[in-house]
């Protein structure tokens, strides 16, 4: 695991030194990706820099230290992440009659290899693993940018004029005074529905992140070329067509395999290694088949809340007892997620709002006290159906969607007549156990979403934190995420596999796995995804739906193969997710740091935001009416970002203009 940085100056007017001194402060930026070892690799003739920074994971000699030139000295390489078939592949490689001798033993190097004999795109094709590299071609003076198939790996690219950057995090880019930092106010907005920056956007205009599962190809002087070599339309679509046909207990048996073989690739390292347990279904499965495969117990950790809503943590101890780890846990404060709060921005690099980026971070802390890999359960929600939002979605959708539209419109205007405080009085005249928490706020959510042509425009508005995020945000044009509009969505018919496909190619990368990958690597610690081995993705979209979601649970067969190493009794309980008392924390300890970041005369300075929108939805949060706790962190961790930006970041705006006053 490590981070990586470079540009190409099409020009090429600088000097061999002027260029190290460049692309080494890029890659000063991501040096906690990789305080290991660093390295420069630089060609004045064509304008082109490569700059590293290494976590030493497999082959920790010198034989693996980047960039890394291929036998011939063709290919240049910068690799972050890991290709777990590396032994396989070198194993291909020489029976195809590859007869160079190897200098080490990391992956890397074969990597390299393997595109000398096969080619780019075949070369990738044969990877199992989680990876983001850039390859200079020196014979043909083109650069290649690989992003693995589910973009647990990040990567990003700019054209800056005649500058082309590459990179781990946007933060490398800041460093070098070519980048035009100009802040794009409709990723602002789709922060504020979302939470997080939807792909291709980044935060600033001039960058874009890089589509899983894709290459990108730039030559000097030219528009870069993106083309796919695997799509996860293509996988779910050939899965429904082509359903798995067995049993079962058919099913059952294969998934144990694949998941033993994923976890398995996933503990070959050379460093201390164990895995985040939260007690839930998918770490649970993943820690339980880690631990079979150990021969001695696997350190697990674990983050805990005193406040026993969101206290997973005697589940996870529990489950950890069962399977004989050697556990760690930390009880997180709202001390603790103020010590953190300021930290943010920094970690994640561009504004980031899904709260639970809080104990992810200080999970990482805790594993990083112990070891330098830790596997999680990302993706089991994804894949397998675990959301609430499936269930709500589909049994909402069934309830209303043979309305006609005028007549889901009407019901929609009438419950909005009726503000959330009304209803929620109207509740207090049932028995307590009978009244609904937060009815107001779940009405009102639910009249917006009533009001919908199609049930794709209804999980939009279902998943949305700002129902009308352009017109909170000053000049922001309106614009959606593209799969929304994909003419492709018409080969998933059923709506909740749609929900699913989804959040797979939005919400998981987006979101999901940009919070563990900047909340580990910034404590260097390497975090690895066994449920997004792509052959389980492949295996998983062949089940049929009831294989899934059964007598009204998500996850039935992941639940089946954990049942074999964990009695169902530890497992069984409502899904909490990994949440933290945020509603509490906003109007106690956190109050004065959201009161001084939500100032109206501040807003009014900024620009960004229309003040009085922000101001009422603060106030109604404050007084108790209504629970605007997830809005609210979207306008906070934008806030957090902006406060940090500084004249040396070259930060730049979109009408209307930030007054220079807020950059110094």
Not at 416 to 434: G, K, N, T
């Amino acid at each position: 695991m490590c981070g990586f940085a470079g540009f190409v100056d099409s020009k090429a007017v600088l000097a061999n030194d002027s260029l190290i001194e460049l692309v080494r402060k890029m890659a000063a930026r991501v040096r906690h990706r990789g305080p290991d070892d660093s390295g420069e690799w630089v060609d004045p003739s064509v304008g082109v820099a490569l700059g590293f920074r290494r976590l030493s994971i497999i082959d920790l000699s010198l034989a693996g230290h980047q960039p890394m030139l291929s036998r011939s000295g063709r290919y240049v390489m910068v690799f972050n992440g890991e290709a777990y078939n590396f032994e396989e592949v070198r194993a291909e490689l020489v029976a195809d009659g590859y007869t160079s001798a190897f200098r080490g033993h990391s992956d890397t190097e074969v990597i390299l290899a393997a595109i000398e004999q096969w080619g780019l795109e075949e070369t990738v094709k044969r990877l199992i693993g989680m990876f983001a590299f850039a390859v200079w071609d020196r014979d043909l003076r083109m650069l290649h940018l690989v992003r693995d198939r589910t973009g647990v790996k990040p990567l990003y690219y700019a054209m800056c004029g005649s500058h082309f950057f590459f990179g781990s995090e946007l933060k490398a880019f800041v460093a070098h005074p070519e980048f035009v930092a100009s802040v794009d106010r409709s990723a602002i907005a789709q922060l504020l529905r979302y939470g997080y920056i939807p792909a291709p956007c980044t935060i600033y205009s001039t960058a874009k992140k890089l589509a899983p599962g894709c290459i990108l190809s730039f030559a000097p002087g030219k528009e870069p070329i993106e083309s796919a070599y695997w799509s996860a339309m293509d996988v779910v679509s050939a899965g429904i067509e082509n359903p798995f046909s067995g049993s079962d207990r058919d099913a059952e048996d294969a998934l144990d395999e694949l998941l033993r073989s994923a976890i398995r690739y996933r503990m070959i390292a050379d460093v201390p290694l164990g895995v985040f347990l939260s007690g839930g279904v998918d770490s649970s499965v993943v820690t339980a088949l880690m631990q079979s495969q150990s021969s001695k117990p696997v350190k697990t950790f674990t983050i805990g809340f005193r406040e026993d809503r969101y206290d997973e943590a005697a589940y996870a101890r529990a489950v950890a007892r069962h399977l004989g780890t050697d556990h760690e846990e930390l009880y997180v404060t709202a001390g603790d997620a103020l010590d953190l709060v300021p930290k943010l921005p920094d970690i994640y690099d561009e504004p980031f709002a899904d709260v639970s980026q809080l104990p992810t971070h200080l999970v990482s802390v805790l594993a990083r006290r112990h070891v330098t890999v830790s596997l999680s359960g990302d993706g089991g929600d994804e894949l397998f159906g675990g959301y609430n939002r499936y269930f709500i979605g589909r049994t909402f959708w069934n309830g209303v969607g043979w309305l006609p539209g005028s007549l889901r419109s009407a019901g929609g205007r009438a419950l909005a007549h009726v503000r959330p405080e009304r209803w929620d009085r109207l509740f207090q005249l049932l028995p307590r156990r009978l009244r609904p928490r937060n009815a107001g706020d779940k009405i009102s959510k639910a009249a917006y979403v009533i009001d919908v042509p199609n049930p794709d425009t209804m999980y939009r508005r279902l998943i949305s934190h700002w129902q009308s995020a352009e017109a909170v945000v000053l000049g922001a044009p309106a614009a959606e995420p593209l799969v929304w509009s994909d003419h492709r969505l018409n080969r998933i018919r059923d709506f909740t596999q749609r929900m699913m496909y989804f959040d797979l190619v939005t919400y998981l990368c987006d979101d999901i796995l940009v919070k563990v990958d900047r909340a580990s690597m910034a404590v260097s610690l390497e975090s690895r995804e066994p449920l997004l081995d792509h052959r389980l993705i492949e295996f998983a979209w062949k089940l049929p739906l009831r294989m899934k979601i059964r007598n009204g649970r998500g996850k039935w067969l992941l639940r089946r193969v954990l049942s074999r190493y964990v009695p169902p009794k530890l497992i069984n309980r409502p899904k909490m997710g990994f949440g933290v008392p945020l509603l509490e924390w906003l109007r106690g300890p956190l109050r004065s740091w959201a009161e001084e970041l939500l100032d109206e005369r501040r807003l009014r300075e900024e620009s960004f935001f229309d003040p009085a929108v922000i101001r009422q939805r603060w106030a109604e949060h404050l007084s108790g009416k209504r629970n605007w706790q997830y809005s609210l962190w979207n306008v906070l961790m934008f806030q957090m970002w902006l406060e940090r930006q500084d004249a040396s970041a070259n930060l730049s705006h979109e009408q209307p203009a930030l007054p220079r006053s807020r950059i110094g």
